[in-house]
């Protein structure tokens, strides 16, 4: 089935830890996104990739680093410099301008 | 950056009763969207609008793009409990390459069987 992958489901965070979340897709989109949910904020973006090897920054980019190795993957670094990462974040990909994006089932990220 | 204004914020209603939502934003979208988000899943796009004044359905829903460019609403009739979760609205001004979507903060819909 075509879609959006993201991984891992839940994820944990160490005080000063770098963690990665995953987002793959298979619907041959060119641009991908990533996006902070949380409760009664709406989606916030992150960073956003239209090409292979090419991104830019989103409203709240600060504490996270994102690559576009390849078109199907877009991987999200939440960084020690992130003071505030516990949130809900979702991968979203889209084909061309104007057409809609859609999304993965987001990865949950909690401070241990 | 732009802004949408999505109301109201949470609505409890009645199986089977009618629902209606909106969006406002400061500036023009050429396209609107709608989507429905269920508890710890990505949202699921509904309905997407790309011309001033455009009413589109699918099944129960109907959402229009405003004449103004500036708003859109979308309508669910007979509602069910399913149709529970949060509905968000979402403007794109698609000039050159640019794709981002501004989204609004959503309405979380309950509906008592």
């Known amino acids: 089935d075509g879609g959006i992958t993201q991984s891992p489901k839940y994820l944990f965070r160490k005080e000063g830890q770098n963690v990665t979340l995953s987002c793959e897709q298979n619907?041959?989109?060119?641009?991908m996104y990533w996006y902070r949910q949380d409760p009664g904020q709406g989606l916030r973006l992150i960073y956003y990739s239209q090409i292979v090897n090419d991104f830019q920054k989103g409203d709240i980019a600060e504490g996270y680093s994102v690559s576009r190795e390849k078109k199907e993957s877009f991987p999200l670094t939440v960084t020690s410099a992130q003071k505030n990462p516990t949130a809900f974040y979702l991968c979203?990909?889209?084909?061309?301008?104007?057409?809609?994006?859609?999304f993965g089932d987001g990865t949950r990220l909690s401070i241990l | 950056g732009q802004q949408l204004n999505q109301s109201p914020q949470s609505m409890f209603i009645q199986e089977g009763e009618d629902v209606s939502m909106n969006c406002t934003s400061s500036?023009?979208?050429?396209?609107w969207l709608w989507y429905k988000q269920d508890p710890g899943e990505g949202p699921v796009l509904l309905i997407a609008?790309?011309?001033?004044?455009e009413l589109t359905s699918n099944g129960r829903l109907t959402a229009q793009f405003g004449i103004t460019r500036k708003d859109s609403f979308l309508n669910i009739s007979a509602s069910i409990p399913s149709d529970v979760g949060i509905y968000f609205c979402a403007g794109q001004n698609s000039g050159g390459s640019n794709y981002k979507l501004t989204f609004g903060k959503g309405t979380l819909l309950t509906v008592n069987p």
């Open positions: 609008l790309y011309k001033a004044g």
């Open positions: 619907l041959n989109h060119d641009a």
């Open positions: 500036s023009i979208f050429n396209t």
């Open positions: 979203a990909s889209s084909n061309r301008v104007r057409q809609p994006q859609h």
